[in-house]
T-cell receptor
Framework: DTAVSQTPKYLVTQMGNDKSIKCEQN?????MYWYKQDSKKFLKIMFS???????INETVPNRFSPKSPDKAHLNLHINSLELGDSAVYFC?????????????FGNGTRLTVT | GNSVTQMEGPVTLSEEAFLTINCTYT??????LFWYVQYPGEGLQLLLK?????DKGSNKGFEATYRKETTSFHLEKGSVQVSDSAVYFC???????????FGAGTTVTVRA
């Protein structure tokens, strides 16, 4: 059974469009995250939610808006897509607040903006 | 703030060679330390972790020891296989801000 699943796996779209990526976890975790991985494999945290409350909001353009309808879901909506948004976006979850609690990652969504 | 510095790659090895990837960290307090592995086309998977000084994490033949005195968590494997080809990330969490800080990743390629 997939623990953290995100859809779609690939997303190809044109500049200016709006798109969404969905994420669901069945691990019973209370904290979920979005990370962006660039072409050099560097990982940067974007957002984190704990029990549906936004707790981390890094320096991300406000074209990116996360939404957490419940503890098991965290979606990412991106408005007015730009070429620089092309990357792999990873969803992750953890049992937040516990020392040593690892993150569990989805398999990523490769976003290509043309 | 917290930060992780790991050895730059890429690293190319022959099968059965010894692998070391250096990782040092800067953190306030007593962080937990992790190594994650990313195989091609996949997400990151936890490889091993250590939560306090002198702890050794181990998994799949990989080991790393949490060294507070040198603020290091170097990853080692005695005999690598082609299937170990992946990107390896060192990471830390101080448990206070729900955030995992990652190193830049080290790409390892093992040749048969």
């Amino acid at each position: 059974d997939t623990a953290v699943s995100q859809t779609p796996k690939y997303l190809v779209t044109q500049m200016g469009n709006d798109k969404s990526i969905k994420c669901e976890q069945n691990l019973g975790h209370d904290t979920m995250y979005w990370y962006k991985q660039d072409s050099k494999k560097f990982l940067k945290i974007m957002f984190s939610y704990n029990n549906k409350e936004l707790i981390i909001n890094e320096t991300v353009p406000n074209r990116f808006s996360p939404k957490s309808p419940d503890k098991a879901h965290l979606n990412l909506h991106i408005n007015s897509l730009e070429l620089g948004d092309s990357a792999v976006y990873f969803c992750a979850s953890s049992q937040g607040g516990l020392p040593g609690s690892p993150l569990h990652f989805g398999n990523g969504t490769r976003l290509t903006v043309t | 703030g917290n930060s992780v510095t790991q050895m730059e790659g890429p690293v190319t090895l022959s099968e059965e060679a010894f692998l070391t990837i250096n990782c040092t960290y800067t953190a306030t307090g007593y962080p937990s330390l992790f190594w994650y592995v990313q195989y091609p086309g996949e997400g990151l998977q936890l490889l091993l972790k250590a939560t306090k000084a002198d702890d050794k994490g181990s998994n799949k033949g990989f080991e790393a020891t949490y060294r507070k005195e040198t603020t290091s968590f170097h990853l080692e494997k005695g005999s690598v296989q082609v299937s170990d080809s992946a990107v390896y990330f060192c990471a830390l969490s101080d448990g206070n801000d729900y955030k995992l800080s990652f190193g830049a990743g080290t790409t390892v390629t093992v040749r048969a």
